[in-house]
């Protein structure tokens, strides 16, 4: 009897998680109340790009500067610093197994070991694509996901397969799928990419129409957030915890670039 209430319950275990995989919904946040909001000091003024990197850090990277921040929300403070490369125009980075994929405007991205300092560069330029401005990491494919901030036609997010080091289209953002923000009616431009650790939705970020859109893994809209502009005077940089907390960096423009902290439930 015990034996049989054990595989029941086995059974209808199985069945939820099943029917939690079949029928993820989209998670939302309350973009306008953060946990909390850090300054940052005038080395992240220009930050364009976060990624998670331990518990209660991110690392950054600064648009000019061949350097890597590793920035702590207890300590308020940048803990470390690492060099990997010369001056240039890096607008993102995605942290993966111990290495920082670091992408340049062109399309280049910089592969940095943080443990042995190994250097290496795929080449992900597109005749079409002017500038690309996101990067992000989609578990379940193994591929960086490649956001197009400027480009002939609609824009497009790539995938980078990084176990064949090749690179397609994922899928493109039609402008049906965008309406206008009243406030500043700005054409969307992608300036950040994230994959969801949880529900795996793709969050592409834009600082030019102030706008966080979230797509499934195919590329079909799901949900739409017009962005305040005091609150992100420049909202470069999106990533999330392992347990699904959003974090969004926005540069300083005319002040001090700042860090947002989102709980992945939202708050009553």
Same mark, same amino acid.
């Given at each position: 009897?015990?034996?049989?209430?054990? *595989?029941?319950?086995?059974?209808?275990?199985?069945?939820?998680?099943?029917?939690?995989?079949?029928?993820?919904?989209?998670?939302?946040?309350?973009?306008?109340?953060?946990?909390?909001?850090?300054?940052?000091?005038?080395?992240?003024?220009? *930050?364009?790009?976060?990624?998670?990197?331990?518990?209660?850090? /991110?690392?950054?990277?600064?648009?000019?500067?061949?350097?890597?921040?590793?920035?702590?929300?207890?300590?308020?403070?940048?803990?470390?610093?690492?060099?990997?490369?010369?001056?240039?125009?890096? &607008?993102? =980075?995605?942290? =993966?197994?111990?290495?920082?994929? /670091?992408?340049?405007?062109?399309? @280049?991205?910089?592969?940095?070991?943080?443990?042995?300092?190994?250097?290496?560069?795929?080449?992900?330029?597109?005749?079409?694509?002017?500038?690309?401005?996101?990067?992000?990491?989609?578990?379940?494919?193994?591929?960086?996901?490649?956001?197009?901030? &400027?480009? %002939?036609?609609?824009?497009?997010?790539?995938?980078?397969?990084?176990?064949?080091?090749?690179?397609?289209?994922?899928? %493109?953002?039609?402008?049906?799928?965008?309406?206008?923000?009243?406030?500043?009616?700005?054409?969307?431009?992608?300036?950040?990419?994230? =994959?969801?650790?949880?529900?795996?939705? *793709?969050?592409?970020?834009?600082?030019?129409?102030?706008?966080?859109? =979230?797509?499934?893994?195919?590329?079909?809209? @799901?949900?739409?957030?017009?962005?305040?502009?005091?609150?992100?005077?420049?909202?470069?940089?999106?990533?999330?915890?392992?347990?699904?907390?959003?974090?969004?960096?926005?540069?300083?423009?005319?002040? @001090?670039?700042?860090?947002?902290?989102?709980?992945?439930?939202? %708050?009553?």
């Amino acid at each position: 009897m015990i034996a049989f209430l054990i *595989i029941a319950l086995l059974i209808s275990l199985l069945l939820f998680v099943y029917f939690l995989k079949k029928n993820k919904t989209t998670t939302q946040y309350k973009l306008d109340k953060p946990d909390f909001q850090q300054y940052l000091s005038k080395n992240l003024k220009e *930050i364009s790009g976060i990624s998670h990197y331990a518990e209660n850090q /991110v690392i950054c990277v600064n648009d000019e500067h061949g350097q890597l921040f590793i920035y702590d929300f207890k300590k308020q403070e940048i803990i470390d610093t690492l060099d990997f490369d010369t001056e240039g125009d890096y &607008e993102a =980075v995605e942290f =993966v197994n111990n290495i920082a994929y /670091v992408l340049q405007s062109t399309g @280049q991205i910089i592969s940095f070991n943080v443990s042995t300092k190994d250097l290496k560069t795929f080449d992900c330029r597109q005749d079409e694509v002017e500038e690309y401005e996101g990067l992000g990491y989609e578990p379940k494919t193994n591929c960086l996901l490649l956001a197009a901030k &400027e480009m %002939k036609g609609d824009k497009t997010i790539y995938q980078f397969d990084l176990k064949n080091e090749k690179l397609s289209e994922k899928f %493109k953002i039609s402008k049906n799928d965008i309406s206008k923000n009243g406030k500043d009616g700005k054409e969307f431009k992608p300036s950040g990419i994230a =994959v969801h650790p949880i529900t795996e939705d *793709i969050y592409v970020l834009a600082s030019a129409g102030k706008k966080l859109l =979230v797509f499934n893994s195919v590329g079909k809209i @799901q949900l739409q957030y017009n962005l305040d502009k005091d609150q992100f005077p420049q909202p470069e940089g999106i990533c999330f915890t392992p347990s699904g907390e959003l974090i969004i960096a926005s540069e300083g423009k005319n002040g @001090q670039a700042s860090i947002s902290y989102f709980s992945f439930f939202p %708050k009553n």
